[in-house]
C-alpha cells in the first residue's frame, strides 16, 4: 500500500507555508488534494490558514504541542515496547477535515446501523428469530465467544443495549467511504479525540475558527445525560462509576481523562463489590450504592462467576446484579457478539428484514467462508483480499495472500477447506491518505477514522461531530494500528453556518449547589495516594542523602579530606539494607553511589524509587492536579544516565541530583499548597510523614548513634542532608553539638523536618481519618501514633547526646523503639482502610496477559 510522498515544504505558492498537492501521483484517494492538484474546496480555508500562518510559526507551536502533550503525560501502552509500556500518544498537527454533506450521509448511515445492531442484539439475547429465520448463521453465534448465555434474558433498560458505539470507517480508491468494522462492547478512543481536540484548538485557534468546525461537548453532554437516565433508582443523583482493566491497559489514560472529564468515580474491579445483588462501591467510609457502570473492559472479563473465572479484573456478582435490574451495564454485556467480521455480510438483509430499509452505509466487501458459494469466490479471488478469523477472541492476525509465498498461500487455502467456518474474508481496501508533518515536509499516509454515537434519551443516537483519525506508521503499512507504531489526527467536521459554542463547564449564569465535599474517596485510590506519598518523600530523602555524598566527593579529594563520608555511605548502604554492617560501606565511593542512583535493576535505586513514583501517580492521575502530575512525569527525564562515552562523571550527578531534589521540593509544595484537606490529602500525607520519620531515624541511626571521632564535620553532613542546617546556624552560629543537633532533628517540633513534627503530624493525619462515631475510646491506629510520638517527646536531648563506649546508647533505644512503632501504625492503617486491596508497594511489573486481553476486541 505504497501511497508516495510530498514535496517538502517549499513550494513558491505557500512559502513560507505549506503545500498539501503531491510531487508524484499517489495510490488511492487523496483527502487534501484532488485530481487536477488542487486543494479539495473544503480544504481551502484550512491552507489559506497555513499559509498565513508561516512554516517556522507552526514548527514552533507543534513543538510547545508535543511538549503539552509529553507533560500531561499523555499515553498509550504499547505492550513489547522495549522502551517501556507507556508510549508518549502520537498526533499529527494536519487535522483531516471532512465537509458537511459527507458527515451528514455518514451520520444517517451510522444511526441506521446502531440502530439496526441494537435490534439485532435485542433479538439474539430475546427470541432469536433472526436465527430460525435463517438471515443470521447459528454458527457466527452459538461457537462465538462474545455470546453470553449468562446474559440471555436480562432485560436492558429502554431496550438499550449500545450506550455508547464506534465504527472504523475507511474510504476506498473511488472516493466512497465504507464501515471496516463495529465495536460495540467497549469502544476505544473517544476520550483520545477529545485530547485531540484540546491540543488542536490550542496549536491552530486561527484555523479552527476559520474552518468552523463543530464542537465535541454536547456528544458528551448527551452521553452523560443518558447515562444518568440509566439509573434504576437515585435518579436525581446517581452514582456512575468507570470502570477500568488498570494503569496496564493500553488506553488507561484515556480512562482517567475520561472519568475526570465526566465527573465520574475511576474504578478498577477490586473497587467494587456485590452484596444483596447491589452494588457497592469501597469507600473509606463504608459501602456507597452504584447505580450505572460505564465499562471500560470486554464483556468475559466483568463476572469471574458467571463470564471468565480466571479473570481478576472484574466484579463477581455482576451478572446477577443485573439480571435483578440493581444495577446498568454500558455498553450492555454480551454486545461483544456482534463484533465478529462476518456480521457485515449478512448486514443488507438484516436491514430489510428489520427495518424495511435498504442500508445506507456499505459495509467492506465480506465473505463468510462457511457458505460454499462464498468460499469459491474467496478461493477464486484469494488474492484480492484480507483473510480474517471469524472471532476477534482468537487473536489470529490477519492474513494478506497476495503477500504470501506460494506454499504459505496453499497452506492458507487448505486451512480454508478444512475449517471454512472458521474464517471470514474481506476487500483489501485501498485506503485513503492524508497529509502528514515529517520533521519539516508533508508526507501522505494511509488513513482509518473512527466515528463515535452516543445513544440519547429519546431512543435514538448522536453522531460524535469528529473522531478519532488514525494514520499508518509508514507508506508500505498494511494495517493502521496504534500497536505498530501508528499516529492520530483530530478530525474537524465543517459546518455550513456558525457552530454552537456548548461547553460541559458551567456558564457564568447557571447556578450550582455548594458543597465543600470531593465525594467519598474510593479504597484502592486511598491506598495509592498513600504509597505515592511514601514514595516521593522516599525518593527525596535518597536525593538528598546522595547529593551530600556527592558533594563531598566532587569537592574534596577522598576520605582524608571527608571523614564524615564513610558514615553517609553507611546511611546509603542501610537503605536497601537496615541491618547492613558499618563497615561494608566503606567502599570507592563511586562504585556506590552510579549504582545508587542509575540503576534499574536496584529497587532501592533513585531510578526504581522515582518510576514507583511515576507508577502509582498513573494510577491516581484523576486525583491529583494537572500540575502535580506533570512534576511528577518530569522526574523520569531526571534518572537517565547523562549522555557521556566515558560514564557520568561527579559533576554531572550532581547536576541532575540537584535538578531532582527542586523538582521533589515541587511535588512536596503542590500537595502542601493546593491539595484540598479531603481524604486523599490525609492519606498522602500520611505516607509522606510515615517515610520521613523512618528516612530520618535511619539517617541518625547510621551518623550519629556510633560516636565518630571527628563528629564535627559528621555532625555538619546530617545537618545538610536533613536540610536543617541554616536553622542551625541562625541558632548556634558555627559551634557544632550532638544535643543542639538532636535538639533540632528529633525534639523540635517547630522544624518541619524533626522527628517529632512528623510524628505529630501523623497523628493529627490519623485523627481525622474516618471512622465510626460514638466509639469508646482510640482506635488502635491513633493509639500507635501516639505512642511513638509520646516516646519522642518524653526525649530528653542532652541525655539522648550521652555517649558510653563509643555509642549513645539513650539515642539508639528511642531511635529503635520509634522505629517499632511505625511499621505497626501503617500495618492498622492498612487493616483498617485498605486491607481488601493489594498495595502499591509491590510494583513489580505484573504478566501483562490477561491485561492485554481483556481489551482484545478494541485495539486502536
Known amino acids: ?85 507507556a508510549r508518549p500518544w502520537q498526533l499529527d498537527p494536519i487535522p483531516l477535515l471532512v465537509p458537511t454533506h459527507e458527515s451528514v450521509f455518514l451520520g444517517r448511515g451510522l444511526i441506521q446501523r446502531a440502530k439496526l445492531l441494537e435490534l439485532v442484539l435485542t433479538d439474539l439475547y430475546g427470541p432469536q428469530r433472526l436465527l430460525k429465520d435463517g438471515l443470521i448463521p447459528p454458527q457466527l453465534v452459538f461457537p462465538n465467544p462474545g455470546f453470553l448465555r449468562s446474559v440471555h434474558g436480562i432485560k436492558v433498560p429502554g431496550g438499550r443495549y449500545l450506550h455508547l458505539y464506534a465504527a472504523n470507517l475507511g474510504r476506498g480508491s473511488d472516493g466512497n467511504w465504507r464501515v471496516i468494522g463495529d465495536r460495540t462492547q467497549a469502544p476505544s478512543g473517544a476520550g483520545y479525540a477529545l485530547e485531540n481536540r484540546i491540543v488542536m484548538t490550542r496549536t491552530l485557534p486561527e484555523a479552527f475558527r476559520d474552518c468552523r468546525v463543530h464542537r465535541l461537548a454536547l456528544f458528551f453532554q448527551t452521553f452523560r445525560d443518558t447515562l444518568r437516565a440509566l439509573a434504576p433508582r437515585n435518579k436525581d443523583n446517581p452514582r456512575v462509576v468507570l470502570l477500568t482493566p488498570g494503569p496496564y491497559n493500553e488506553t488507561y489514560f484515556e480512562h482517567a481523562y475520561l472519568a475526570r472529564y465526566l465527573g465520574y468515580t475511576l474504578v478498577e474491579g477490586g473497587d467494587l463489590t456485590v452484596r444483596d445483588n447491589r452494588v457497592y462501591l469501597k469507600v473509606l467510609g463504608g459501602l456507597q450504592p452504584v447505580d450505572v457502570i460505564f465499562r471500560r473492559l470486554d464483556d468475559d472479563f466483568c463476572d469471574p462467576l458467571e463470564l471468565r473465572p480466571d479473570s481478576f479484573l472484574g466484579v463477581p456478582g455482576l451478572v446477577h446484579a443485573a439480571r435483578s435490574g440493581n444495577v446498568v451495564v454500558a455498553n450492555a454485556l454480551g454486545t461483544g457478539l456482534l463484533e465478529t467480521p462476518a456480521l457485515p455480510a449478512f ?14 452505509l456499505e459495509s467492506v466487501g465480506t465473505w463468510w467462508c462457511g457458505e460454499p458459494d462464498s468460499l469459491r469466490y474467496v478461493l477464486d479471488h484469494l488474492s484480492q483480499l484480507v483473510i480474517k478469523p471469524v472471532f476477534p477472541a482468537t487473536r489470529i492476525e490477519p492474513v494478506f495472500p497476495a503477500e504470501l509465498t506460494a506454499a504459505q498461500r ?108 470531593g465525594g467519598n ?197 546530617v545537618l545538610e542532608v536533613a536540610d536543617s542546617g541554616m536553622t542551625y546556624r541562625r541558632r548556634y552560629m558555627s559551634s557544632l553539638r550532638a544535643e543542639a543537633v538532636l535538639d533540632l532533628l528529633v525534639d523540635d517540633e517547630t522544624n518541619p523536618r524533626s522527628l517529632a513534627s512528623q510524628l505529630a503530624a501523623l497523628a493529627e493525619d490519623v485523627d481525622h481519618l474516618p471512622r465510626s462515631t460514638g466509639a469508646a475510646g482510640r482506635a488502635p491506629e491513633q493509639r500507635f501514633a501516639l505512642a511513638a510520638l509520646g516516646s519522642v517527646r518524653m526525649a530528653e536531648p542532652e541525655r539522648l547526646a550521652v555517649a558510653e563506649e563509643g555509642t549513645r546508647p539513650a539515642l539508639k533505644a528511642l531511635l529503635d523503639h520509634v522505629a517499632g512503632w511505625l511499621p505497626i501504625l501503617s500495618d ?33
Open 347 to 360: 448486514l443488507p438483509r438484516l436491514c430489510r428484514a428489520v427495518l424495511g430499509e435498504e442500508l445506507k
Open 410 to 517: 496453499l497452506a492458507l487455502v487448505e486451512r480454508l477447506h478444512a475449517r471454512p467456518w472458521d474464517f471470514v474474508a474481506q476487500d483489501r481496501l485501498d485506503l485513503s491518505s492524508a497529509p502528514v508533518l515529517d520533521g519539516d515536509r508533508l508526507v501522505r499516509r494511509k488513513l482509518v477514522v473512527r466515528a463515535y454515537l452516543a445513544a440519547d434519551t429519546n431512543g435514538g443516537f448522536m453522531c460524535m461531530p469528529g473522531g478519532l483519525t488514525r494514520v499508518s506508521a509508514s507508506p508500505d503499512t498494511t494495517v493502521v494500528s496504534m500497536q505498530r507504531g501508528g499516529g492520530s489526527k483530530d478530525t474537524w467536521v465543517l459546518a455550513d453556518a456558525a457552530v454552537s459554542d456548548f461547553s460541559l463547564l458551567p456558564g457564568s449564569g447557571q447556578r450550582v449547589a455548594l458543597t465543600r465535599s
Open 828 to 860: 492498622a492503617i492498612t487493616q483498617q482502610y485498605l486491607s481488601h486491596l493489594q498495595t502499591s508497594r509491590h510494583l513489580a511489573r505484573p504478566d501483562l496477559t490477561l491485561l492485554t486481553a481483556a481489551d482484545s476486541g478494541d485495539r486502536l
Open 521 to 717: 474517596l474510593p479504597s484502592r485510590a486511598a491506598d495509592n495516594l498513600y504509597w505515592l506519598g511514601r514514595y516521593a518523600e522516599r525518593a527525596e530523602g535518597l536525593t538528598r542523602l546522595l547529593r551530600g555524598i556527592v558533594v563531598r566527593i566532587t569537592e574534596r579529594s577522598g576520605l582524608v579530606d571527608s571523614p564524615e563520608l564513610p558514615c553517609l555511605l553507611h546511611a546509603l548502604a542501610i537503605t536497601a539494607d537496615p541491618k547492613c554492617p558499618r563497615g561494608e560501606a566503606e567502599c570507592d565511593p563511586l562504585d556506590r553511589v552510579f549504582p545508587a542512583v542509575f540503576d534499574s535493576s536496584d529497587p532501592n535505586s533513585l531510578a526504581s524509587v522515582v518510576n514507583a513514583v511515576r507508577s502509582v501517580a498513573s494510577v491516581v492521575r484523576d486525583l491529583i492536579s494537572l500540575d502535580m502530575w506533570r512534576v511528577v512525569n518530569s522526574l523520569g527525564e531526571l534518572t537517565r544516565p547523562p549522555a557521556d562515552d566515558d560514564g557520568p562523571t561527579p559533576a554531572a550527578v550532581l547536576d541532575l541530583l540537584n535538578r531532582t531534589v527542586v523538582t521533589l521540593a515541587a511535588f512536596g509544595g503542590l500537595a502542601t499548597e493546593s491539595m484540598t484537606r479531603g481524604e486523599g490529602w490525609r492519606f498522602l500525607d500520611l505516607g509522606r510523614k510515615l517515610e520521613r520519620s523512618l528516612h530520618t531515624i535511619g539517617l541518625i541511626r547510621a551518623t550519629l548513634v556510633n560516636v565518630s571521632p571527628q563528629e564535627g564535620p559528621v555532625l555538619d553532613a
Open 1 to 85: 500500500m505504497s501511497d508516495g510522498l510530498t514535496e517538502p515544504l517549499t513550494d513558491p505558492r505557500l512559502a513560507p507555508g505549506g503545500d498539501f498537492r503531491p510531487g508524484a501521483e499517489p495510490s488511492g484517494y487523496y483527502e487534501a488534494v484532488d485530481d487536477a492538484g488542487e486543494p479539495r474546496p473544503h480544504w481551502a480555508a484550512f491552507d489559506d490558514a497555513l499559509r498565513e500562518l508561516g512554516r517556522d510559526e507552526l514548527a514552533g507551536r507543534w513543538r510547545e504541542a508535543k511538549q503539552l502533550i509529553r507533560e500531561n503525560g499523555v499515553t498509550y501502552n504499547v505492550y513489547g515496547d522495549p522502551h517501556g509500556i
